[in-house]
């Protein structure tokens, strides 16, 4: 699946506010290697360089054009295109940072305790992941790609989102390997401009992409009308013609 780094940007500071709130949430410490995987167009990653000034901060991502918009933005970081089920490096790191994308990599079971097993001794695996599957926004996404001719092209973009344990799920996966976890769910409330429109603007950034991507020009134009016409009836637009959007977001921050 492609990412673009100009759409995802676009709603940049709603984005990187969660990344803000789970980077706080580290314990305090001597931090001398950090890394962010699904760094994306390197948001993320200023945050980390900010935060743990004099650390080696790197970041890694699936996307070309993600890695391509995060090296313009922070030339003295290193940033490598890969995919986190496969990534070999041990490290040690004494942060491991992951906003908003392991909802994209299978098997948490396995994957976490692997991360923890690549940080130093007393470091953190900080994850926050988007806890909205069963959202109208998503649960629409489903019903459209449903109802269709892209139907059978559709048929599998659904499952490329892996559905998240619960908080006690996650704690338990955590806690057989780490010596402190702390779990905690948010759900933020974004304003958005343009009402109806600009809740299909901030997932065709994200959430959409699989639903778009296998379909051509003529579908997909199709399909985000009729995905536009279902938001409306779910998110009324408020008085000033913007919608509040409703994003609950799942995190957690593992200590080894």
């Known amino acids: 699946m492609s990412w673009s780094a100009k759409q995802y940007v676009a709603f940049e500071d709603e984005r990187t506010r969660p990344a803000r709130d789970l980077l706080a949430a580290i314990p305090a410490g001597d ?15 200023e945050l980390l360089v900010e935060r743990f000034a004099g650390a080696t901060v790197r970041g890694l991502d699936s996307s070309a ?11 003295n970081v290193r940033f490598d295109v890969a995919d986190i089920d496969t990534w070999n ?21 396995t994957l976490l305790p692997s991360l923890v097993n690549k940080l130093a001794p007393g470091g953190s695996l900080a994850i926050q992941m988007p806890d909205n599957i069963n959202e109208h926004s998503h649960r629409l996404m489903r019903e459209v790609a449903a109802d269709g001719p ?16 619960s908080a006690s799920g996650y704690y338990s996966i955590l806690k057989a390997c780490c010596t402190r976890v702390d779990v905690w769910r948010t759900t ?6 343009g009402g109806a429109s600009g809740v299909v603007e901030w997932f ?15 579908e997909r134009a199709q399909y985000l009308k009729q995905y536009q016409t279902a938001i409306e009836k779910a998110y009324p637009a408020l008085s000033d013609g913007s919608v509040l959007l409703p994003f609950p977001r799942l995190f957690m921050v593992a200590t080894r």
């Open 188 to 193: 933020y409330h974004h304003p958005l401009a």
């Open 150 to 165: 892209w139907t059978g092209k559709l048929a599998n973009a659904a499952g490329q989102r892996t559905d998240i344990e």
């Open 65 to 75: 054009d993600m890695i391509e918009a995060a090296r313009k933005r922070l030339p």
């Open 204 to 218: 065709k950034g994200s959430g959409l992409r699989p639903f778009l991507e296998p379909l051509n020009e003529a």
């Open 31 to 45: 931090v001398r290697s950090a890394i962010d995987i699904g760094c994306g167009p390197g948001n993320s990653t």
């Open 89 to 109: 490096d041990n490290g040690p790191f004494d942060v491991i940072f992951a906003n908003a994308v392991l909802q994209w990599v299978p098997d948490h079971a």
